[in-house]
C-alpha cells in the first residue's frame, strides 16, 4: 500500500470512528440526562482519537523511515565504503536503492547485492511494522476515547481545544519560516566564512569566485562590493524612475482624476503589479535594452544593451505600481480638514497638496520609499537578464553591471555542492540581502504605522 | 510701515491679484505633471504590452510541412507485430511487443522524410546535399513517423499527407526574422535550403499552422522547432495544487487564530511584525530557505514540483495570511456579538458566521496569493527547476519546469531568432493564465459580495 | 502698531452697544434663492439672505437642517465636494460670487472660513501664520511675516500663550489653543469676512469662552458669520441669528428676538427644545 492509500484507509476509519462516537453518545444518554455537547462533538472527538495519531505515526515514518533503512543497510557496507566520500556515499545507496526496488544497475557488486537484499527486507519489515503500528494506534484510540464518552463529558471543548491548537500551530509556520531563514542563512554562511574571511568578504573589492572545482577554493576571490555598488545602482535608478512617476501618480489619482479614469486606471495598477518580473526582465532585454543603445548611439554615448540603466528603467517601470498604489493609501489618508484647511485660506489645489497634504504625508510617504527600496534591491529576474552580469567597481550606469541577487542565481544553479565556497557564498550574499531588506522593511514598518496612529 | 491690515481693501487685492496668474499657471503645470506621469506609466505599459504581443502572437503559428509521406515497405522493413498468443502471459506479451517496437525505432524513418521532400521538391537530391535537405524537418518528426505507425500498420505501403513541423530556422527564414539580406556566412541556413524552403512555401507544402507543438510538447534540445510548454505547464499545475492545498489552510487558520483567539502579547505581536516582514522578503531569499533546508538538508529531490510548491507556499502564506485577516477585521463586531450572545462558543461564532462573511475577500486574496505564486521565477532557479526535462512529470516527485521557468530557459536560447518569438508566446500563455486567475478573483469578490 | 480692535469686556455687552448701530450697516453678502444638491438630493430650498458688515450672525437649527451647507456657499467651499452642485446668486459687496470671471482664490483670499474641528497645519505655529500672507503675497520680508504673526496671534489672544514657543508644532497646542490659532491663521490674510462652522463644538467651556470673546472683538472689524447648534452661544455672541430648519430658512432677525418673540412656530418649538 503506498501512502496516499494508507491515508484514505485512516480517513475513511475516521468517518466509521465518527459515526461509532454519535451512536456511542446518543446511546449513553438516558434517565432525563442529557449530553452536555451536540452528539457530533462526540463523533469528532472519537474520530480525531482515531485518526490524529495515527496519521502523526506515518508522518513520523515518512520523515524518518527511509534514514533509518539507509542507516541500518550502512551498517553492513563492507569496511572499504567508509573511505567513501559524501558524494560517492549517496550514490553508493542510490545504486542499492535501486537494485532494492528491482530496477537494473551496470555492473552490480557482490556486497551490493545483499545490501540491496537486505533493504528490501528491511523495507518490507518495515511496512509491516508500521501498518501493525497504525492498526494498533488506531483501534486503541477508537475504542478508549469511545468508551470515555459520558453524558457530561464535555466534547465540545475538547474538540474546540484542538481546533484552537491547530489553529496556533498554523501560525508558528511563519515564525518557523523566519527561523528557517535565518538559521539555514546564517549556517551556511558560516561554513562559507570558514573558507573565506568576513572581512575578505565584505570589504573585498574583487569578485572573482572561478570555478566551483573543489581543492582550489582558495584561488577564487569573494569581494560583496562590487556586487553590492551594483545592487545599489540599479536600485537608484529605479527609485528615480519609480518614485516621481508613482508619487505623481497617486496624486494625480487621488486628488485630480474624475472618478471614471479612476475607476479604470486603478484595477489597471493593480493588474500591472501582478506581471511577474521575468517579463519585465524579458522586456528589457528585447525592448528596452535595444532602444537604449540605439538612443546612445544617436547621442554618441556608449551604452550597452544590458547595462545598469537598462534593468534600472525596467526595474523603475516595475515599481511604479507599488509606489503609487502605497503612496495613494497614505495621502487619503491625510484628513480632509487639513486641505480644507488650505483651500479655505485661498491657496490652489497644488498648493494645498505641495505645501501642506505632501507634509504631512512625508512620513508615510517615506516609508513607502524604503519598502519600494527594499523590493528594488531584493529584485531579481529583471537585473538577471538585463543587466549584464559584469562584476566590476565602476560609476558607469551605461555599463553593464551584477548585483547581489544575479550573483546569488549565478552561484547556486546548475550543481549544487555544499561544501564548496562557489556555492556557499550564495548564502552570505543572500544572508546580506536579507539583512539589508529587513532593516529597510522595519524601520519603514515602524514609520507607516507612526504615520497611521497619527491620524487615527 | 504699510502692512495688510493698514493697507486699503483695494491694496490687498490688488497684491493678491498680481500673483494670480502665477500661481494659476503652476497649478496648471502641476495638474499636467500628474497627468504626464499617468500617461507614461500607461505608455510604458502598453509599449510592454504591445511588444510582447507583436513578438509573441506569430509564434502560436509555426512553419509546418504537408507532406506526402511513402511509407516504403522497403524502407519500412519490420516484422508483424506481435499479437498475445494464448496461455502467454502478459509480460512476456509486453516484453515481445517492446522488442518489435525497438525495432520499429531502428528504421530509417528520416529516409522517408527525405524521399518525400524530394518527391515535392521535384529533383533528384545529390548525396552531398543531404545535410541541407534534412535542415528543413525538425529532427523530432522522424519519431512522428515512427509513432503514426505504430499506432496504425497499415500505413505500409501507403503514401499519406503528414503533418511536420519545419525546423526552427526554415520557420524564421520564412517569417522573415532574420535579415533576408545577410551574406550566406551569417545566414544559419545554407543557400540551398533557404531556396527550397521559399520554393516549398510558394508551392503550399509549407504553410503557417497552428502550432499544437507549443501547447502539447515539451522543452526540446535536440528538435528546438517542436520546443513546446506542457512540461512546464504541468509542473506549475502541480506547485499551485501545492501551494493551495497547504497555503488556503494553514494561511487562513493562522490568520483566524491571530484576528480572532490569540491574546494581545509580546509574542502575538512578534508574529504579527514577522508575518508583515516576511510578506516584504525578497522572493529569492525563500529560494535559498528552499535549497539549504528542502534540498541540503532534508534531502528532498531537486527540481521536483514538491519542492517549488513548499518554497512558494511558504512564500505565499504572509499574502494569504494578511488578506484574510483584513477580510475578517472587515466583519463587524457586531455579528460576533450577536452570536456569543447567542451562547455560541467563541470557536462556533468563528466558524459558523465570521468566516462565512469574511470569504469572499479570504477567496479574493488567496487567488492573487496563488497567482502571484505562478509567476515567480528565482526561487525555482535554486532549486534545480531550471534543469533540462523532457518527459511531463507524472507526479510531483518527478522532474519538472515551471512556465516563468520556462520563459527564462527558452529566453536565454542561443537562436534568438526563433527564440525571442516563442518565449513572447510563452510569457502570453503566462499572463493569460495569470489574467485569468485575476478575473476570476474579481468576479468572486463581485458575485459573492451580492449575497449579503 | 495701533491695535484697532475695541475691546469688549465680555461677550454679554454685545447687544447694548451695538444693537442700534449694526441696523444702519451695509449689506456685506446677500444670497437670494439659493438652492444645493448633493447629487440628486437637495440640501438647501432657496435661501435669501442678507450678511450687513461688522455683525455677527449665528445659523441655528437640528442637525441636518442645511446651515453648515449654507455657511459653505458663502466662500465656495462647496467646490471641494464631489457632486456638489449650486443654484441661486451670492454676492459679496455685490459682485456674483459664483460668476465664471471670479478667481475662488482671491474670493476666499476676503472670505475667510474657520472650521469646526481645529485643524492646524503640520508645520510650526509660526509658519501656520505665515502661510497665508506668504501664499498671497502680502508679506514677503521677514520683518513683515514678523509682524503679521505677532498681531495675528495678539488679535486671536494667543500671542502671549505661544510667544516663546513659535518654533513647535501647532498640534503641539490644546484643543482651544488651536482652534484660536486657526483663527488667527485665517486673521492674518485680513479678510473681510469670517466664516465659522461651529468654532467650539470640539472644545471644552472655558476655551469656549474664550473663543466668544474672540468673535465678539472681531466683530469691530470683520463681518462674522458663524454656524452653531449651542442655542445659548448664540444668544451671547450674534447680533442677527437665522433659524434653519430642513433645507429652509425659516426665520432670521435680531437675536433678541427670535429668542424672546419668534414669529415661527417651529423656531418657537426650536428653541424652547421641543426638537432639535
Not at chain 1, 118 to 140: D, K, T, W, Y
Request: proline letters at 4%.
Amino acid at each position: 500500500m503506498n501512502n496516499l492509500a494508507l491515508i484514505v484507509t485512516v480517513l475513511i476509519v475516521m468517518a466509521v470512528a465518527y459515526q461509532l462516537g454519535l451512536t456511542r453518545s446518543k446511546s449513553v444518554v438516558g434517565g432525563g440526562q442529557r449530553l452536555h455537547s451536540r452528539p457530533g462533538y462526540y463523533g469528532i472527538l472519537v474520530a480525531l482519537w482515531c485518526g490524529v495519531p495515527t496519521l502523526l505515526l506515518l508522518a513520523l515514518w515518512g520523515i524518518f523511515g527511509n534514514d533509518i533503512i539507509q542507516f541500518l543497510v550502512s551498517q553492513q557496507l563492507p569496511p572499504e565504503t567508509a573511505a567513501f566520500s559524501e558524494r560517492e556515499m549517496l550514490l553508493q545507496m542510490r545504486r542499492i536503492a535501486a537494485l532494492a526496488s528491482g530496477q537494473n544497475v551496470s555492473d552490480p557488486q557482490q556486497y551490493e547485492l545483499s545490501a540491496a537484499a537486505q533493504q528490501a527486507r528491511l523495507e518490507s519489515l518495515g511496512h509491516l511494522v508500521l501498518l501493525a503500528s497504525m492498526s494498533v494506534l488506531a483501534v486503541l484510540g477508537l475504542v478508549l476515547s469511545r468508551r470515555k464518552i459520558t453524558p457530561d463529558m464535555r466534547a465540545r471543548n475538547h474538540v474546540e481545544r484542538v481546533i484552537m491548537v491547530a489553529l496556533a500551530l498554523s501560525s508558528g509556520v511563519a515564525i518557523l519560516t523566519t527561523v528557517g531563514i535565518v538559521l539555514s542563512m546564517i549556517g551556511e554562511a558560516m561554513n562559507f566564512f570558514r573558507f573565506i574571511s568576513p572581512a575578505d568578504f565584505f570589504f573585498g573589492t574583487t569578485w572573482n569566485p572561478r570555478f566551483s572545482t573543489s581543492g582550489d577554493a582558495g584561488q577564487g576571490e569573494f569581494g560583496l562590493l562590487p556586487l553590492l555598488w551594483g545592487t545599489l545602482m540599479v536600485s537608484s535608478i529605479a527609485l528615480l524612475v519609480a518614485i516621481p512617476l508613482g508619487l505623481m501618480t497617486a496624486i494625480y489619482m487621488s486628488e485630480y482624476a474624475p472618478p471614471s479614469l479612476r475607476n479604470v486606471a486603478k484595477p489597471v495598477i493593480e493588474v500591472l503589479a501582478g506581471i511577474p518580473t521575468i517579463v519585465y526582465g524579458f522586456f528589457a532585454l528585447i525592448v528596452i535594452g535595444p532602444f537604449l543603445s540605439g538612443l546612445g548611439d544617436l547621442v554618441g554615448i556608449s551604452i550597452r544593451t544590458t547595462s545598469a540603466l537598462t534593468a534600472g528603467l525596467v526595474m523603475g517601470i516595475m515599481i511604479i505600481p507599488f509606489v503609487s498604489s502605497l503612496s495613494d493609501d497614505i495621502i487619503t489618508q491625510v484628513p480632509k480638514a487639513l486641505r480644507d484647511g488650505a483651500l479655505g485660506l485661498g491657496a490652489t489645489k497644488s498648493e494645498t497638496i505641495r505645501q501642506v497634504v505632501l507634509p504631512a504625508a512625508l512620513p508615510g510617504i517615506v516609508g513607502a520609499f524604503l519598502l519600494a527600496a527594499s523590493r528594488a534591491i531584493g529584485e531579481t529576474m529583471i537585473v538577471v537578464l538585463a543587466a549584464g552580469n559584469n562584476p566590476v567597481l565602476h560609476a558607469n550606469p551605461f555599463e553593464a553591471v551584477s548585483t547581489i541577487t544575479v550573483t546569488i542565481v549565478n552561484q547556486l544553479t546548475g550543481d549544487m555542492d555544499f561544501a564548496s565556497p562557489q556555492s556557499l557564498v550564495a548564502f552570505a550574499l543572500g544572508l546580506t540581502l536579507f539583512v539589508i531588506t529587513l532593516g529597510l522593511n522595519v524601520i519603514a514598518l515602524v514609520i507607516v504605522r507612526r504615520y497611521r496612529q497619527q491620524y487615527e | 510701515m504699510n502692512t495688510i491690515t493698514q493697507a486699503s481693501r483695494g491694496e490687498r487685492l490688488a497684491i493678491i491679484e498680481r500673483s494670480l496668474a502665477s500661481r494659476h499657471r503652476q497649478e496648471k503645470r502641476f495638474r499636467r505633471l500628474g497627468l504626464a506621469a499617468v500617461v507614461t506609466g500607461m505608455v510604458l505599459v502598453l509599449i510592454l504590452f504591445a511588444s510582447i504581443l507583436m513578438r509573441g502572437l506569430p509564434a502560436f503559428w509555426q512553419a509546418t510541412f504537408y507532406l506526402d509521406i511513402h511509407f516504403d515497405s522497403d524502407i519500412v522493413n519490420v516484422s508483424e507485430r506481435p499479437i498475445q498468443q494464448e496461455g502467454e502471459s502478459n509480460a512476456d506479451f509486453r516484453e515481445r511487443d517492446f522488442t518489435w517496437q525497438s525495432e520499429v525505432g531502428r528504421v530509417n524513418w528520416q529516409q522517408l522524410i527525405d524521399n518525400a521532400l524530394a518527391e515535392a521538391l521535384g529533383e533528384e537530391i545529390e548525396p552531398q546535399q543531404t545535410r541541407d535537405l534534412r535542415a528543413l524537418v525538425t529532427s523530432a518528426e522522424r519519431r512522428t513517423l515512427r509513432d503514426r505507425f505504430i499506432e496504425d500498420q497499415s500505413l505500409l505501403g501507403e503514401t499519406h499527407t503528414i503533418k511536420l513541423l519545419a525546423s526552427a530556422n526554415v520557420d524564421v527564414w520564412i517569417k522573415g526574422n532574420i535579415n533576408r539580406d545577410l551574406p550566406d556566412s551569417q545566414q544559419q541556413l545554407s543557400a540551398q535550403t533557404r531556396e527550397w524552403a521559399d520554393h516549398l512555401y510558394e508551392e503550399g507544402v509549407i504553410t503557417n499552422a497552428f502550432s499544437t507543438a507549443l501547447f502539447l510538447n515539451t522543452d526540446s534540445r535536440s528538435s528546438l522547432a517542436s520546443a513546446g510548454l506542457a512540461g512546464a505547464f504541468m509542473g506549475s499545475l502541480f506547485m499551485m495544487l501545492i501551494v493551495m492545498l497547504l497555503s488556503i489552510p494553514i494561511g487562513v487558520a493562522s490568520a483566524i487564530y491571530l484576528e480572532e483567539f490569540a491574546p494581545k502579547n509580546r509574542l502575538t505581536d512578534l508574529i504579527e511584525i514577522n508575518i508583515n516582514n516576511l510578506a516584504a522578503v525578497p522572493s529569492i531569499v525563500f529560494g535559498l530557505l528552499g535549497a539549504a533546508i528542502f534540498i541540503g538538508y532534508l534531502r528532498l529531490p531537486l527540481s521536483a514540483p514538491l519542492v517549488g510548491g513548499l518554497v512558494l507556499t511558504l512564500m505565499t502564506l504572509p499574502t494569504i495570511i494578511i488578506a484574510t485577516r483584513a477580510a475578517l477585521r472587515s466583519i463587524p463586531n457586531s455579528i460576533r456579538q450577536a452570536a456569543l450572545g447567542m451562547g455560541a462558543s467563541k470557536v462556533q461564532t468563528v466558524f459558523h458566521h465570521v468566516l462565512p462573511l469574511a470569504l469572499p475577500g479570504i477567496l479574493t486574496g488567496s487567488i492573487l496569493g496563488v497567482a502571484q505564486a505562478l509567476g515567480e521565477t528565482a526561487p525555482l532557479l535554486l532549486i534545480g527547476m531550471n534543469a533540462f526535462v523532457s518527459n511531463i512529470p507524472a507526479t510531483p516527485f518527478d522532474q519538472a519546469s515551471a512556465l516563468p521557468v520556462q520563459i527564462y530557459l527558452w529566453q536565454g536560447n542561443e537562436l534568438r531568432n526563433f527564440f525571442e518569438a516563442r518565449t513572447s508566446a510563452a510569457i502570453i500563455v503566462l499572463l493569460a493564465l495569470m489574467l485569468s486567475l485575476n478575473a476570476l478573483a474579481i468576479w468572486l469578490r463581485k458575485k459573492l459580495e451580492t449575497r449579503w | 502698531m495701533t491695535t484697532a480692535t475695541v475691546t469688549v469686556p465680555t461677550a454679554m455687552h454685545k447687544s447694548e452697544q451695538r444693537s442700534d448701530s449694526h441696523q444702519q450697516g451695509q449689506v456685506k453678502m446677500s444670497t437670494r434663492g439659493v438652492k444645493v444638491f448633493y447629487g440628486d438630493s437637495q440640501a438647501l430650498h432657496g435661501i435669501d439672505l442678507d450678511i450687513v458688515e461688522n455683525e455677527v450672525i449665528a445659523f441655528i437649527g437640528p442637525s441636518g437642517c442645511g446651515k453648515s451647507t449654507f455657511l459653505r456657499c458663502l466662500n465656495r467651499m462647496n467646490d471641494t465636494i464631489p457632486g456638489c452642485r449650486v443654484e441661486g446668486d451670492v454676492t459679496l459687496d455685490g459682485n456674483d460670487i459664483y460668476a465664471p470671471s471670479l478667481d475662488v482664490v482671491l474670493l476666499r483670499a476676503q472670505v475667510g472660513i474657520v472650521f469646526q474641528k481645529p485643524n492646524p497645519f503640520p508645520k510650526s505655529i509660526y509658519e501656520n501664520i505665515a502661510y497665508g500672507p506668504r501664499l498671497h503675497g502680502l508679506a514677503s520680508r521677514r520683518a513683515e511675516l514678523d509682524e503679521v504673526v505677532e498681531r495675528s496671534l495678539r488679535r486671536a489672544g494667543l500671542w502671549d500663550e505661544v510667544k516663546d514657543r513659535l518654533d513647535q508644532p501647532g498640534t503641539s497646542l490644546s484643543g482651544g489653543q488651536q482652534q484660536r490659532l486657526c483663527i488667527a491663521r485665517t486673521i492674518a490674510i485680513s479678510p473681510e469676512v469670517i466664516l465659522m462652522d461651529e468654532p467650539c463644538s470640539a472644545l471644552d467651556p472655558i476655551a469656549t469662552a474664550k473663543i466668544e470673546q474672540l468673535i465678539d472683538e472681531l466683530s469691530a472689524s470683520y463681518t462674522i458669520a458663524m454656524v452653531t447648534h449651542n442655542m445659548q452661544q448664540a444668544a451671547r455672541v450674534a447680533h442677527k441669528t437665522a433659524f434653519f430648519h430642513m433645507g429652509d430658512m425659516v426665520e432670521v432677525g435680531d437675536t433678541d428676538k427670535i429668542f424672546t418673540n419668534p414669529e415661527d412656530q417651529r423656531t418657537h418649538d426650536y428653541i424652547t427644545g421641543r426638537f432639535g
